[in-house]
């Protein structure tokens, strides 16, 4: 029986270890998020380990590239209070993918507008899970979130006086986007920077698949340039961010 016990300890040793290696690969050498104003009219938002962006569209109102991990919205809510906003202010809600720290506060926006590719509307609203080897454990359970519209690739959404741009990305989560934003590039969980100044594709265990993930980040970089959307800034979820598109450029051409 005592043999059975410590037999039983050490698999659960193991897999704490294991668990515990897998989610350090996918922080460590991370550049930190910085928080603050990015060219001008974006507030980046720490929210614990990932952040939430405010974007100024004239006439006192804002959208949200994101709504972070806190049901409550704390984070938020102290920023648009320290631009002397409220819930109202909000108009319109981007999501870059469905994964619940990405869509937490969304329903605390009445007034808002979500949007989220096509196929993450229902990961969004917490009607299917996800699909990765970490993400697929988590329990599936309504987030509370009504999407107003599923995006499709290519389009552009004005929303005051910002044109939204929608790039599929998918390989992170199936309906995973990246957005433009007047030279701000929004990726979400599909890259994030390095402390050495590198693009650094999704952590594989919080992805569906890893290799389409790689593929459609390295993409990029051609459909940017048919798209003549030039690049300021590379801004990610989970980490610091980037100037100019040098560095995803750099990430297209490694092996
Ligand atoms: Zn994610």
Known sequence: MKRFFLSLLAVVLLFVL??????????????????????????????????????????????????????????????????????????????????????????????AKTYVLQADVALAEGREGAHGILTGMMPVKPTGVLVTRGLVDGEVVQVGNRAVHVLAIPGHTGGSAAFWVDGALFLGDSAGASKDGKVRPAPKVFSDSAEQNRASVKALPARLAAAHLPVKTLIFAHTGRLEGLKPLVDFTAEP
């Open 18 to 111: 294991v668990l515990g290696g897998l989610l350090a690969s996918a922080f460590i050498g991370n550049a930190p998020i910085q928080p603050g104003l990015v060219d001008g009219f974006i507030h980046v938002v720490p929210d614990g380990y990932v952040t939430a962006n405010i974007l100024d569209v004239g006439d006192g109102k804002v959208m949200l590239i994101d709504a972070g991990d806190d049901k409550a919205g704390k984070a938020i809510l102290a920023e648009l209070a320290a631009l002397h906003l409220d819930v109202h202010a909000v108009v319109a809600i981007f999501l870059t993918h469905g994964h619940r720290d990405h869509v937490a506060a969304v329903p605390l926006f009445p007034d």
